[in-house]
């Protein structure tokens, strides 16, 4: 079984500053992860996803988050945030032998002038 | 990139009625396909698994009959809610699986807004 644990349902910050969204997952076997991003009234876009290779990924619109074992997170950052990166995003896991994926419950980002 | 459509992208209907959203993968094949639910505010809860040639598999606590899958072809899946209810009353997202190996990723389509009255 896997679970996904988004720690902050909110997070604000100033245009231009970092932005660190927390995930944390749960898995009895090696964990595919996503980082989704959902615009209000919208469907989900993905950002990134790790599943083998360099634990660094590489998204869209300057994002990037890095697979931590040791850890069991998969943390995403930005290093400067614009207005339009306030959205709501997700976190997700797959797991070996199951296809669907579990989300986490959502962060909501909301960046100030 | 890969495109998944819905249709309608939002829908209103007395209670009672049974309403179908569409689910098109447009640019590509999905043998596999899944419908999710998301209310206001809150995270997206897998309903069901929609193989195409088969039946859907349905997660717990999902009422088959009240959710009607059909998956006949590699790039269309629909959902029925049958006898609608003001309690059905929710955001549906489907995705598309493209691929069928380890890498295989979800495409995600608009999402359908479904309000009964």
């Known amino acids: 079984a896997q679970s996904v644990t988004q720690l902050g349902s909110h997070v604000s910050v100033s245009e231009g500053a970092l932005v660190l969204l927390r995930c944390n997952y749960s898995?009895?076997?090696?964990?595919?992860l996503f980082w989704y991003v959902q615009y209000p009234n919208q469907g989900l876009q993905l950002l990134l996803k790790y599943t083998t290779g360099a634990t660094l990924v590489k998204g869209i619109n300057g994002f990037e988050a890095e697979f931590k074992k040791s850890e069991t997170s998969f943390h995403l950052t930005k290093p400067s945030a614009h207005m339009s990166d306030a959205a709501e995003y997700f976190c997700a896991v797959i797991g070996t032998g199951r296809r669907a994926l579990t989300f986490g419950s959502g962060t909501r980002l909301q960046v100030q002038p | 990139g890969a495109v998944v459509s819905q249709h309608p992208s939002r829908v209103i209907c007395k209670s009672g009625t049974s309403v179908k959203i569409e689910c098109r993968s447009l640019d590509f094949q999905a043998t596999t396909m899944f419908w999710y639910r998301q209310f206001p505010k809150q995270s997206l809860m897998l309903m069901a698994t929609?193989?195409?040639?088969?039946?859907?598999?349905?997660e717990q606590g999902v009422e088959k009959d009240k959710f009607l899958i059909n998956h006949a072809s590699l790039t269309l899946s629909t959902l029925t809610v049958t006898s609608a209810h003001p309690e059905d009353s929710s955001f549906y997202i489907c995705?598309?699986?493209?691929?069928?190996?380890?890498?295989?990723?979800?495409?995600f389509g608009p999402g359908t807004r479904l309000t009964v009255l």
């Open positions: 995705s598309a699986r493209r691929g069928t190996g380890s890498f295989d990723t979800q495409y």
């Open positions: 929609s193989n195409e040639g088969s039946k859907a598999t349905y």
């Open positions: 898995s009895s076997v090696p964990p595919y």
